[in-house]
């Protein structure tokens, strides 16, 4: 059976391919390790020659690229071009990344010097989401490469062509037969390739995932594993302008219909009045949101969720957290205007009862109140995750608390959750990570460090042990 993208706005097909079964991935692994040992070989500035002859295949590509995206994922054709404009970025970023934390460093000693190098792992596998299906597979792909690795990249079953498309891109910059390697297909293409014969699994999506990789890789302590994961995130309101600050809230849990992993999903707020302001003005202005395909003119803020099935289980979830006794101010539904993957975003009050510590990977702010900012610290922590969080004030004591108390990966301050740059890391604790943060840090998982003694000749060893032996 072939394999299908479908366009979550209007439900056509947007790309139909054959998917690989276990031969041809075995194929396509094959491949990967006999270009391999040149790849790894090849002086560092090949490869980032042919790294940014990649780059040039992006800029030339960009609109139709981002269409691509748009197509297949639903999200508006201002945030697809935003996405593959930091997938350009990432090259850059990565090239600078690769010679700060992987270089090369040599100190003198007395009987010659130690050295530090850094090898690439071998053949590494890359699985994609469907959510920034360009970018982030973007931000292994490019470090595993420029570390010397080579690659075998599945696509989300869910975003394929935009797989294709940056295969695409890859052929243009001229890499050698093998160093980079698709294959298309669902989770048994998946199986097939984490099964195989790989030296790492790069890879970002869901918890479930990640922990089912920790387990399958328990015995096979030669794969490194790069798991970003997904969050129950916090977001600690706490004073400052209601305008503002509802801003934060709505971009922090709404922007890309929440499907981020990033994305707030628990709005902390004080028992007050400016509290209770506060949540009636995110609630006013997640009214104004503008839902729409992804081609609409003007453009929408949000566009659908990836699947009709997506839309299903979002409900679901929050029908169930209804059931144990959240307030829905603002009721999650399905649009029966358009597409039934279309969602409006949701606003429930959860406080006092035991919401389920899990990501609902759609747009849903979950609101507790508390009583002071102790309790506001021991609810934003009291979560298995540990991605992002964030916390709303002018008062620098309290970020100060915030900062050493908070169990984040990524913690930000007056700015949205979702916020994130190239050039930092980005991973998080707990069972949103397995303490590999990508971004900027990914060159540290796509090579190991060698350590050396060096010496141009074997003279002086002798002397150093002659008193210590019998004549």
């Given at each position: 059976?072939?394999?299908?993208?479908?366009?979550?706005?209007?439900?056509?097909?947007?790309?139909?391919?054959?998917?690989?079964?276990?031969?041809?991935?075995a194929a396509a692994l094959g491949k990967a390790r006999a270009a391999f040992p040149a790849w790894g070989s090849l002086p560092l500035a090949d490869r980032i020659a042919h790294v940014e002859a990649f780059r040039a295949a992006l800029e030339a590509r960009k609109d139709a690229l981002a269409e691509t995206i748009s197509r297949e994922t639903g999200k508006p054709r201002w945030e697809t071009l935003a996405e593959v404009g930091s997938m350009i970025g990432k090259v850059g970023i990565s090239i600078k990344a690769h010679a700060e934390r992987t270089g090369e460093r040599r100190q003198e000693m007395p009987f010659g010097e130690a050295v530090l190098r850094h090898r690439p792992h071998g053949v590494m596998a890359v699985l994609g989401p469907?959510?920034?299906?360009?970018?982030l597979p973007n931000g292994h792909i490019v470090p595993a490469l420029l570390a010397g690795n080579t690659v075998v990249f599945k696509p989300s079953?869910?975003?394929?062509?935009?797989?294709?498309?940056?295969?695409?891109?890859?052929?243009?910059?001229?890499?050698?037969?093998?160093?980079?390697?698709?294959?298309?297909?669902?989770?048994?293409?998946?199986?097939?390739?984490?099964?195989?014969?790989?030296?790492?699994?790069?890879?970002?999506?869901?918890?479930?995932a990640g922990a089912h990789f920790r387990r399958l890789f328990a015995d096979r302590p030669h794969v490194i594993l790069a798991l970003e994961l997904g969050g129950n995130n916090p977001l600690i309101a706490w004073d400052g302008d209601i305008a503002e600050t509802a801003a934060?809230?709505?971009?922090?849990?709404?922007?890309?219909?929440?499907?981020?992993?990033?994305?707030?999903?628990?709005?902390?707020?004080p028992d007050t009045a400016w509290g209770r302001d506060l949540v009636e003005a995110v609630d006013a202005l997640s009214r104004r949101i503008v839902i729409g395909a992804w081609n609409d003119d003007p453009q929408p803020y949000i566009g659908p969720l990836i699947s009709e099935a997506a839309a299903g289980s979002a409900k679901a979830a929050v029908d169930g957290i209804v059931a144990r006794g959240a307030k829905a101010l603002r009721e999650f539904r399905i649009l029966d205007c358009m597409s039934p993957a279309f969602v409006r975003p949701a606003l429930l009050d959860v406080t006092g009862i035991d919401a389920p510590d899990s990501e609902i990977f759609a747009p849903v702010a979950?609101?507790?109140?508390?009583?002071?900012?102790?309790?506001?610290?021991a609810a934003a922590n009291d979560t298995r995750f540990g991605l992002s969080a964030g916390l709303v004030t002018g008062d620098d004591g309290l970020w100060d608390k915030f900062l050493l108390e908070c169990r984040a990966g990524v913690v930000n301050r007056n700015r949205p959750t979702t916020g994130a740059a190239g050039s930092m890391p980005f991973g998080g604790l707990g069972e949103s990570g397995n303490h590999r943060p990508s971004a900027y840090y990914a060159a540290d998982y796509c090579a190991y460090p060698v350590a050396s003694f060096e010496a141009s000749s074997a003279e002086g060893n002798s002397g150093a042990i002659a008193a210590m032996l019998k004549p």
């Amino acid at each position: 059976m072939p394999l299908q993208s479908i366009d979550p706005a209007t439900g056509a097909v947007v790309w139909e391919g054959p998917s690989h079964d276990a031969a041809a991935v075995a194929a396509a692994l094959g491949k990967a390790r006999a270009a391999f040992p040149a790849w790894g070989s090849l002086p560092l500035a090949d490869r980032i020659a042919h790294v940014e002859a990649f780059r040039a295949a992006l800029e030339a590509r960009k609109d139709a690229l981002a269409e691509t995206i748009s197509r297949e994922t639903g999200k508006p054709r201002w945030e697809t071009l935003a996405e593959v404009g930091s997938m350009i970025g990432k090259v850059g970023i990565s090239i600078k990344a690769h010679a700060e934390r992987t270089g090369e460093r040599r100190q003198e000693m007395p009987f010659g010097e130690a050295v530090l190098r850094h090898r690439p792992h071998g053949v590494m596998a890359v699985l994609g989401p469907f959510n920034f299906p360009g970018h982030l597979p973007n931000g292994h792909i490019v470090p595993a490469l420029l570390a010397g690795n080579t690659v075998v990249f599945k696509p989300s079953e869910m975003t394929p062509a935009t797989g294709e498309a940056m295969a695409a891109c890859w052929a243009e910059a001229g890499l050698p037969e093998g160093v980079f390697n698709l294959v298309q297909g669902a989770r048994e293409t998946g199986e097939a390739l984490v099964g195989g014969a790989i030296d790492g699994l790069l890879f970002t999506g869901s918890a479930g995932a990640g922990a089912h990789f920790r387990r399958l890789f328990a015995d096979r302590p030669h794969v490194i594993l790069a798991l970003e994961l997904g969050g129950n995130n916090p977001l600690i309101a706490w004073d400052g302008d209601i305008a503002e600050t509802a801003a934060i809230v709505v971009q922090s849990s709404f922007v890309t219909t929440g499907q981020r992993c990033s994305c707030a999903r628990r709005l902390i707020v004080p028992d007050t009045a400016w509290g209770r302001d506060l949540v009636e003005a995110v609630d006013a202005l997640s009214r104004r949101i503008v839902i729409g395909a992804w081609n609409d003119d003007p453009q929408p803020y949000i566009g659908p969720l990836i699947s009709e099935a997506a839309a299903g289980s979002a409900k679901a979830a929050v029908d169930g957290i209804v059931a144990r006794g959240a307030k829905a101010l603002r009721e999650f539904r399905i649009l029966d205007c358009m597409s039934p993957a279309f969602v409006r975003p949701a606003l429930l009050d959860v406080t006092g009862i035991d919401a389920p510590d899990s990501e609902i990977f759609a747009p849903v702010a979950q609101v507790t109140r508390v009583a002071d900012f102790d309790a506001a610290i021991a609810a934003a922590n009291d979560t298995r995750f540990g991605l992002s969080a964030g916390l709303v004030t002018g008062d620098d004591g309290l970020w100060d608390k915030f900062l050493l108390e908070c169990r984040a990966g990524v913690v930000n301050r007056n700015r949205p959750t979702t916020g994130a740059a190239g050039s930092m890391p980005f991973g998080g604790l707990g069972e949103s990570g397995n303490h590999r943060p990508s971004a900027y840090y990914a060159a540290d998982y796509c090579a190991y460090p060698v350590a050396s003694f060096e010496a141009s000749s074997a003279e002086g060893n002798s002397g150093a042990i002659a008193a210590m032996l019998k004549p």
